[in-house]
């Protein structure tokens, strides 16, 4: 069974509800339909009812109590979202008559959605921008407790039979965080590895990746790479991590071997932690467009419940992965995987 085919099998065997903030979208209907029909759940399409209504038709479907519409200018909860939205932005100055037409945004209200525990996921991003997207979660759904910061990856599916032996790896952070610290970085690596586990279900070996591999090159931002080496050690000995490492010795068994002697994650590695969003977005890119990778991304962890974003360019395919991740992230978040 391939990546993807698993993905979507262990999300129908923990079924959620997943709103998508943009129900009028036929790549949306779309995926919304096939995943309905693979069973990942109930799926919302939020949006104008007769504009849904018809995109549902002319692809194939039918609203049921599987497939639903919700029209935020006159949806039964709307009065209800309002106030709750008033309530959590109130302090940013945010009026009663602000909230009421704030959360008329289908970004807004599929967020809150999902803060109130009316659905358990959201997506969005087909249409709207990436910064729209992730500010809407971040302000809405907001950071888990737990969470030192929010951030994102990318899961690179290779391509089959790869020669590495890999079937798939995390690529982080490729989307959100542009400089993080070294704390920061642990705390990118920890919350990657946890996602590496629930989309995977496999062993994470995470790679903190540098341009110097164990001192051989000396320069603040090496230094930056291996303070945050040493606080996931001291934190999370348990954890298979290792660095600095540069990419050729975290992913090549003989270079990691000869590089990097005695790690038990130099050559291994599936998890890979870029010191920077520069690195990290460059890194996806080129592993995509040349390495030929399927990216599914950018995914968000760190949030208090999943919302995530997807690419203006994605397919109706890019979708239904993105709704069977978004379900493992929450039976992931609710200690059902």
Do not use: W
Not at 238 to 256: N, S
Request: contains cysteine.
């Amino acid at each position: 069974m391939s990546v993807l085919d698993d993905l979507q099998s262990r999300a129908a065997a923990l079924p959620a509800h997943i709103v998508l903030s943009e129900g009028h979208d036929p790549r949306i209907v779309a995926a919304a339909i096939q995943a309905v029909s693979a069973g990942l759940g109930t799926v919302t399409l939020v949006g104008e009812t007769v504009t849904v209504a018809l995109a549902v038709k002319q692809a194939g479907g039918a609203p049921s109590d599987k497939l639903q519409i919700a029209d935020p200018a006159n949806h039964p909860l709307a009065a209800d979202i309002a106030s709750a939205f008033f309530e959590l932005r109130k302090h940013k100055g945010v009026t009663p008559e602000q909230a009421e037409t704030l959360t008329r945004d289908p970004l807004v209200f599929a967020a809150m959605l999902v803060r109130l525990g009316h659905a358990d996921g959201t997506v969005g991003g087909a249409i709207a921008t990436t910064s729209d997207t992730v500010r809407a979660a971040l302000q809405v759904i907001g950071k888990a407790p737990d969470a030192a910061l929010v951030s994102s990856f990318f899961l690179m599916v290779l391509p089959e039979n790869h020669p590495s032996g890999r079937n798939a790896m995390i690529f982080s952070d490729s989307g959100l965080v542009i400089d993080p610290s070294a704390p920061e970085l642990a705390a990118i690596a920890v919350q990657s590895a946890t996602s590496f586990r629930a989309l995977i279900g496999e062993t994470p070996k995470v790679a903190l990746l540098s341009f110097s591999t164990k001192g051989s090159a000396r320069h603040p931002d090496v230094t930056k790479v291996t303070d945050a080496a040493q606080i996931l050690l001291d934190a999370h000995p348990d954890l298979d991590t290792d660095g600095e490492l540069q990419f050729d010795a975290a992913f090549v068994p003989e270079i990691g071997a000869s590089k990097a002697k005695g790690s038990a994650v130099a050559g291994h590695a599936n998890v890979m932690i870029f010191p920077n969003l520069d690195a990290g977005n460059i890194g996806y890119k080129i592993a995509q467009r040349i390495g030929g990778c399927t990216a599914i991304g950018p995914i968000l962890q760190g949030l208090a419940k999943p919302a995530n974003d997807l690419s203006r360019g994605c397919t109706a395919d890019d979708v239904l992965h993105m709704i069977a991740v978004t379900v493992l992230q929450s039976a992931a978040l609710k200690g059902t995987t």
